[in-house]
């Protein structure tokens, strides 16, 4: 097994805390990281093990990985244009990071289809890190765990409006994979 060098978390505990898993679900606290995935993976737990390998992802990594599956699945499906913008400024901001583009991709999220994976990744990066409250206003942080949910939701969504989402789901375990491995460098020509 070799090393997640970018996977901060060290239990799969961890992990299992921010994805607010029940109680009786908990892996004990001295089971690592990669571990856990692996059990999941082997029991062929293919959606738990997407949830649980996002989670355990950071979450720059984490929305790093989601924009670039939906970005490669966008090449063969035209998008809406509001989704489409919404997955424009996902990347626009993943490209250059400052708060006046993690708010417009905020706004662009909200003109998106409720339902679709460009607007959840748009919301993703919104509540990636910074203040969610007005710019004048006292900040407000998000909890670390939205941002992982929103990539994770996004990549589900993407692989089921396809007609192969099994495909999909697998393409997105071996490149998190990658990631947890390589860190965002990983996906650099995937």
């Known amino acids: 097994m070799s090393d997640w060098k970018t996977v901060r978390l060290t ?24 571990a856990h995935y692996e059990a999941l993976r082997s029991e062929g737990l293919t959606l738990e093990a997407l949830e649980y390998i996002g989670h355990a992802l950071p979450r720059l990594e984490a929305i790093w990985w989601a924009a670039h599956l939906l970005e490669g699945e966008a090449r063969k499906r035209a998008l809406p244009p509001l989704d489409r913008q ?19 991709t905020s706004e662009a999220a909200d003109a998106a289809a409720e339902r679709s994976p460009e607007r959840l990744l748009a919301l993703g990066v919104f509540l990636s890190g910074g203040s969610i409250s007005l710019p004048d206003l006292p900040p407000v942080l998000p909890g670390p765990e939205t941002a992982c949910r929103l990539a994770v939701g996004a990549v589900m969504r993407a692989a089921y409006r396809t007609d192969t989402p099994e495909r999909v789901l697998e393409q997105a375990l071996a490149l998190a994979e990658k990631v947890a491995e390589k860190g965002i460098a990983a996906l650099e020509g995937a």
């Open 86 to 104: 919404a997955l424009d400024h996902a990347l626009r901001w993943l490209g250059d990071p400052d708060d006046d583009k993690r708010r417009a």
């Open 11 to 34: 239990s799969a505990l961890q992990v299992a805390e921010l994805m607010d898993a029940e109680p009786e679900t908990l892996p004990g606290p001295d089971l690592p990281v990669r």
